[in-house]
């Protein structure tokens, strides 16, 4: 059938009261099936819209279709926002959107008292209660008295705003996301006219499903606004003065990261080439770079981890920014190509987006546990630079800084993500281009070398003083003809050797060449001369900051810095852990970068871990760091 969408603007009715917040914390939880994700992602996208500052936190199966109405099949889809800056998804929701009993069940521990939970009262059936092991309801059993229930029937008040649309009953069903979107919408004050757009768009090609979803999403609205249950609205005030000026926009980590990568590739006026096979939570990175290839982006979806990296490191021999995409198991089976790419000191950009281990572990769940194996993860003396973003913004910075190290040095660089980065979104302010790093590479284009007799060759080894990186020689240009290949090389010549001393000496040189990297010196943040540092990595950075913060306005003197370069080290990172009376790190795994501090510093540092596949909580954090700081 041929349907209209009109515009309409939702406004909201003077008579009910309106509450000024500075912060909320949301969940939405259902089954995978129930388009939480898309839903948390549109009401992000319209927050982001509206100058909040925020954070997210989503959380799925690995499944694709995991057991409906069951725990393990629970999605969920946590945003924090605020009129100030903000650095985590919060540690509780204050509202918690149910869309079934196991996503009740799975997420109401997390609730603090005196939070608000909305569930779906049609999908509490004596069936669905069952089976997450509920013997009575608990909307009535008295269990959820600590809570302000709204029980709304979704499902009923969804099929019923879609009975003169030609679907069926499971199909408007579907639409219950969009109803719940509404009403939460109305809540908060959330802008509306994004979403709609949202839905025609992705809806084009089904102009009646769009108007379902629309009408949906309007009566979600409309519900909020009638209803006596829902008599207060709240609003969130921009974050005005938590942002420079300039113009943002929502993104994820991993999409920054891509944008990232083609902005270096821009910059290095070099082709992009993404060899990758699809693994989880790296597989967004090789789905957006699929769409550039005005930007000169060549992604090649290879049928397995070691070929992809194959035809990366090819590509990178034939003159492209050369990059694959992985995680933890992926970077086990590129080991070697990595160590090759070590021998023929090629510049490759590895991006390791990790999750939890071992094995297949948990895919869609984060853990920081592949530092050990970055760092040493290859057969023989292989050193590979490893540089590691903070948040989802600083994705983008990162992939220009892995790309500069790459390119520079002529080295295989690590990039080290993880899955709460990878998923999580913030706003982001868009650079100009004058911001970003010149990234131009020289190519090598004649002989470099004389000859006792005079006679000037090429020789493929002979290294650049300051950087010792060899030269960059494309093939096919005319003299520059060289070997390749994992056997040692000759110190210049590049002819194979299996000379002792000359093995020893390559060895060394790669060795001094990672560790000649030129990285900014560590800065500290201690405005109160504490005696105690913190020292974090990667995506714990929002959580100490957080913890941190919490500390110092209860009085705790405490100091912090954060490691972006983790191979090599700054070079006064030494001297500033040495200057503190104990030093904390805490980490996703189970002590790997204190592993390397005290081997390396032989500095005491002691470790603070969790590796339950959840970020750290801001407030579990400030209580243990508190508590290590207690400790003689």
């Not at 509306?192 to 629309?214: D, H, S, W």
């Not at 540092?605 to 970020?615: I, K």
Request: net charge negative.
């Amino acid at each position: 059938m041929a349907v209209q969408i009109s515009e309409r603007v939702l406004t909201q009715s003077p008579d009910k009261e309106v509450r000024r917040l500075n912060r909320v914390v949301i969940r939405f939880a259902g089954d995978s099936g129930d388009g939480m994700q898309l839903t948390g992602d549109r009401f992000t996208s319209e927050t982001a819209s509206f100058g909040n500052d925020l954070s997210t936190l989503p959380n799925f199966p690995a499944e694709i279709r995991a057991p409906a109405g069951t725990l393990p099949g629970v999605s969920s889809f946590q945003l924090h926002f605020a009129d100030h800056d903000i650095l985590t998804p919060g540690d509780a929701p204050d509202v918690l959107v149910a869309m079934n009993p196991a996503a009740l069940k799975a997420n109401i521990k997390d609730v603090p008292r005196g939070g608000e939970v909305i569930v779906d009262t049609d999908e509490f059936t004596k069936r669905a209660m069952q089976k997450v092991g509920y013997e009575t309801s608990p909307l009535e059993d008295g269990s959820l008295d600590a809570y302000r229930i709204h029980g709304v029937p979704l499902t009923t008040l969804t099929v019923e705003a879609l009975k003169e649309f030609d679907l069926s009953r499971k199909e408007a069903e579907r639409s219950k996301n969009m109803f719940a979107l509404g009403l939460l919408s109305w809540m908060y004050h959330r802008p509306t006219e994004g979403t709609e757009q949202f839905l025609k768009q992705k809806f084009a090609k089904k102009p009646e499903i769009a108007a379902a979803n629309i009408a949906a999403f309007r009566a979600g609205w409309n519900f909020g606004e009638t209803t006596e249950d829902f008599a207060v609205s709240y609003e969130v005030a921009p974050a005005a003065t938590a942002f420079p000026v300039g113009t943002y926009r929502n993104i994820s980590g991993n999409l920054a990261l891509a944008y990232g990568l083609i902005a270096a590739s821009q910059q290095a006026d070099l082709p992009l080439f993404l060899g990758s096979y699809p693994i989880t939570p790296a597989s967004d990175i090789l789905h957006e770079l699929s769409k550039h290839k005005n930007f000169g982006v060549r992604t090649f979806q290879a049928e397995d981890e070691i070929a992809g990296i194959g035809a990366a490191l090819g590509a990178a021999f034939g003159g492209s920014l050369a990059v694959t995409t992985t995680s933890g198991p992926g970077v086990a089976l590129k080991s070697e190509t990595i160590a090759l790419a070590v021998s023929m000191e090629l510049p490759l950009v590895v991006v390791d987006i990790q999750r939890g281990g071992p094995s297949t572990g948990l895919p869609t769940k984060t853990e920081q546990a592949d530092l050990l194996q970055a760092m040493y993860g290859r057969n023989g003396e292989a050193p590979v630079p490893i540089v590691a973003p903070r948040t989802p913004t600083d994705c983008f910075a990162a992939a220009l800084e892995a790309a500069r190290i790459a390119l520079t040095y002529r080295t295989p660089v690590f990039l080290l993500s993880d899955g709460y980065l990878a998923n999580g979104s913030e706003p982001w302010r868009i650079p100009a281009l004058t911001e970003l790093p010149d990234l131009t590479v020289q190519f090598a284009t004649g002989p470099n070398h004389t000859l006792d007799d005079g006679t000037e060759v090429f020789w493929p080894y002979k290294r650049d003083p300051q950087t010792l990186a060899r030269p960059w020689a494309l093939p096919g240009t005319p003299g520059l003809e060289h070997r390749i290949g994992g056997i040692e090389k000759e110190d210049g010549t590049g002819n194979i050797s299996y000379d002792p001393a000359n093995h020893e000496f390559m060895v060394r040189t790669r060795r001094a060449k990672v560790d000649g990297v030129d990285v900014p010196d560590i800065e500290v943040d201690d405005p109160h001369g504490a005696t105690s540092l913190v020292l974090g990595w990667g995506s714990t950075y929002g959580p100490i900051t957080a913890a941190v913060r919490r500390l110092r306005t209860a009085g705790v003197p405490i100091a912090q810095a954060h490691l972006r370069h983790l191979n090599p080290f700054p070079g006064n990172l030494g001297e500033v852990l040495r200057s503190y009376d104990k030093v904390v790190i805490p980490e996703m795994n189970l002590g790997q970068l204190a592993t390397l501090i005290r081997a390396k510093y032989l500095v005491d540092a002691r470790s603070y871990n969790q590796v339950n596949g959840m970020p750290f909580k801001a407030e579990q954090l400030a209580a243990a760091l508190q508590e290590m700081l207690r400790e003689d």
